[in-house]
Nanobody
Framework: DVQLQASGGGLVQVGGSLRLSCAASGFAFEKQTLEWFRQAPGKERERISSINMRDGSTSYADSVKGRFTISSDNAKNTVYLQMTSLKPEDAAVYFC?????????????????WGQGTLVTVSS
């Protein structure tokens, strides 16, 4: 079974830093795309970063570009989100997800799997 375990959330002051971790299991970690989303109260879930494990390419939402960095440790099947220069608007529940594409004789099946969220609170 695909499992994603996010951790590392907490309370941080404006301008501070925090590192989130997402431990993955149950799929070929090195072949898929791992993502970070966040959802603030009353707002839609927002995709903020992704990393393609095949080629290492990364992407960021404009709202976090230059402040957040996604990385991975293949030996640990873990993806990280280093967050710096945190702002009040970064406060949200952060979710990791795996966008898994399975190619077989039966065809191509793509699905996104979610981990539980981890809460980030930014105090001013």
């Amino acid at each position: 079974d695909v499992q994603l375990q996010a951790s590392g959330g907490g309370l941080v002051q404006v301008g501070g830093s925090l590192r989130l971790s997402c431990a993955a299991s149950g799929f070929a970690f090195e072949k898929q795309t791992l993502e970070w989303f966040r959802q603030a109260p009353g707002k839609e879930r927002e995709r903020i970063s992704s990393i393609n494990m095949r080629d290492g390419s990364t992407s960021y939402a404009d709202s976090v570009k230059g402040r957040f960095t996604i990385s991975s440790d293949n030996a640990k099947n873990t993806v990280y989100l280093q967050m710096t220069s945190l702002k009040p608007e970064d406060a949200a529940v952060y979710f990791c997800a795996a966008n898994i594409v399975d190619i077989s004789d039966a065809g191509v099946v793509a699905a996104r799997y979610w981990g539980q969220g981890t809460l980030v609170t930014v105090s001013s």
